[in-house]
């Protein structure tokens, strides 16, 4: 089965600390896609990244980064120098497999409270 | 401009009466689908429909329906809501080839109230 786990539900930080979201995810397909999205407080969801299960680069884009380990079936999101903008809730994503499904998995993700 | 547009946007109703969500993309995208998303449990999937007349179960269909008569129009159909219906609904459409894998544009939501 698949299934997409962020255990962190809740997160506070002080503008300009550094914090990472963490995403494990179970799948028994040997190619799929992960991906994260934002959800600011006005409710819309912004797509952040994809990365598909080849690509095991690191991605930097300004003071996001992404580290996807198959290894470890992780695809944490760190943010640098957090600010109040970053206040959001965070979901990670999984899918869809190659299996046939045409399903994407959401976590439940984390909430992002970034203090000023 | 490229969008998914659902509406209404906000509804308060009441059990049993029936209700259609719309939700319409301009992008000519393929795939489209439904969530809802709840405290807790995140988004979860209800119906997706790979192209017109091509639709499937998600995670979560119990209580709703669909249809995908026109590629750009995928309305969430709940014929006799419930309170456990109450939710925040998204619609969203994908690009690419039916099998094609890219991301997921979201529409902007439907706070749903059944009382």
């Known amino acids: 089965a698949q299934k997409v786990t962020q255990a962190q539900t809740e997160i506070s930080v002080v503008e300009k600390e550094d914090v990472t979201l963490d995403c494990v995810y179970e799948?028994?397909?040997?190619?799929?896609?992960l991906f994260w999205y934002k959800q600011p407080p006005s409710g819309e969801l912004v797509f952040l990244i994809r990365?598909?299960?080849?690509?095991?680069q690191n991605e930097i884009s300004g003071r996001y980064s992404w580290n996807f380990q198959k290894s470890t079936s992780s695809f944490n999101f760190t943010i640098t120098a957090s600010q109040v903008v970053d206040s959001a809730v965070y979901f990670c994503a999984l899918g869809p497999s190659t299996s046939g499904t045409y399903k994407y998995i959401f976590g439940t993700g984390t909430r992002l409270k970034v203090l000023a | 401009e490229a969008q998914v547009t659902q509406n209404p946007r906000y509804l308060i109703t009441v059990t049993g009466k029936k209700l259609t969500v719309t939700c319409s993309q301009n992008?000519?995208?393929?795939?489209m689908s439904w969530y809802r998303q709840d405290p807790g449990l995140g988004l979860r999937q209800i119906y997706y429909s790979m192209n017109v007349e091509v639709t499937d179960k998600g995670d979560v269909p119990e209580g709703y329906k669909v249809s995908r008569k026109e590629k750009r129009n995928f309305p969430l159909i709940l014929e006799s809501p419930s309170p456990n219906q109450t939710s925040l609904y998204f619609c969203?459409?994908?690009?690419?080839?039916?099998?094609?894998?890219?991301?997921?544009?979201f529409g902007e939501g439907s706070r749903l109230t059944v009382l």
């Open positions: 992008m000519n995208h393929e795939y």
């Open positions: 990365r598909n299960s080849f690509d095991e």
């Open positions: 969203a459409s994908k690009g690419g080839t039916s099998g094609g894998i890219g991301e997921l544009f």
């Open positions: 799948t028994r397909d040997t190619t799929y896609y």
